[in-house]
């Protein structure tokens, strides 16, 4: 057995209990009626093959001598091989990086998608960017955002009580311990903290229909970009989407930091030390992730030297399926495993 299924292997089980008691107490804040000052925000913040794989490259790629390259890859060298991620990154485009990764885990090239974005060049890379994969829960930083702007146009007030005694849910037990803590209504602030620190969907579905209902909701998702794919944003039905689109999302979010400054607060304190930040705990990280059946997910600000943008989606990572609603061990700590080789790649390619 190779070194790095050996410890994937290992790594695994303690990913999947860590990840539990990091969703049990997110999820436990609901029943404490605790939330997130704002204090304890800026305190963090100040402080830190069905188809072939395809890839794209866009805008001006930065130029970085071997010398420069190779020097990151000395200063990094023990850390990739005490988690056994060392790949060729200064002589290996993003997609061959990831690729050789997912050749070493076994995992097909159609699993996993991907759109990178380097926000001082604007370079884009990419690697199955219009492939239709599983939204999950990150339809709910779009929705956040078309939460700020009903507010700046003067449609929603970020403080009044919307009710939420007539909304849809999906579990019966989450809607109940937000009817016990918040009775009959929320106001967007409070959506905002419960759907993006938690991830909660009953939060979600209240937004939703603060701003008229999902029917109208989806129509507006293509306010922040349009995928060149078939599915152009977020498939209402089908919960389908594209790193293609996602990356306009967060190119937006990005160029509009002031507006947005709240969600990127809340992106900020998202399950903390898990996902993108499992191998990255020194950095500031702004992410939403998202998991259901098949799909683990998370897209990104990673404020690296030179901060960047990720749109990360994946299927079937250890062997989940569509009919496994829990969350897969070995699949979650791929996911981590393939997020730090994109930062690593980034830190080598890309830093000054």
Known sequence: MKKNQII??????????????????????????????QSKTSQHLSSKASQPATSQTSQVSVTKSAEAKQAVMVSDAQTMDAIGLHYDYANLSLPQVVQAYLDEAGIPHENVAFSYKNTASGEVISMNETQPMTAGSTYKLPLNMLAVDAVEKGQLSMDQAYDITQIDYEYIGEYQAYRNQFGNDMTIS?????????????????????????????????????????????DQNGNKTTTDYYIQVLDHLWKNQEKYADILD?????????????????????????????????????????????????A?????????????GLGYTELTQIAYVINEWHRVNQNP
Not at 14 to 29: N, P
Not at 191 to 209: D, F, G, K
Not at 267 to 289: A, C, H, M, N, W
Not at 300 to 305: F, H, K, L
Request: with cysteine.
């Open 266 to 314: 809340f992106l900020g304190v998202s399950f903390p030390g898990l996902y993108y930040e499992t191998y990255l705990p020194d950095l500031d990280i702004r992410q939403k992730p998202g998991y259901v059946r098949e799909a683990l997910n998370v897209d990104a600000i990673v404020y690296e030297q030179t901060p960047y943008l990720i749109a990360l989606y994946t």
């Open 8 to 37: 994937i292997f290992l790594v695994s089980l303690l990913a999947l209990c860590l990840l539990t008691l990091g969703y049990l107490w997110q999820s436990g804040q609901i029943s404490l009626g605790q939330s997130v000052s």
């Open 316 to 328: 079937g990572l250890g062997g989940k399926t569509p009919e496994n609603d829990e969350i897969n």
């Open 190 to 234: 409070e959506m905002q903290e419960y759907s993006l620190v938690y991830s909660e969907n009953t939060p979600a579905y209240a937004m939703a229909n603060a701003l008229g209902g999902f029917d109208k909701v989806y129509t507006l998702f293509k306010r922040y970009g349009q995928s060149k794919g078939e599915i152009k944003t977020i």
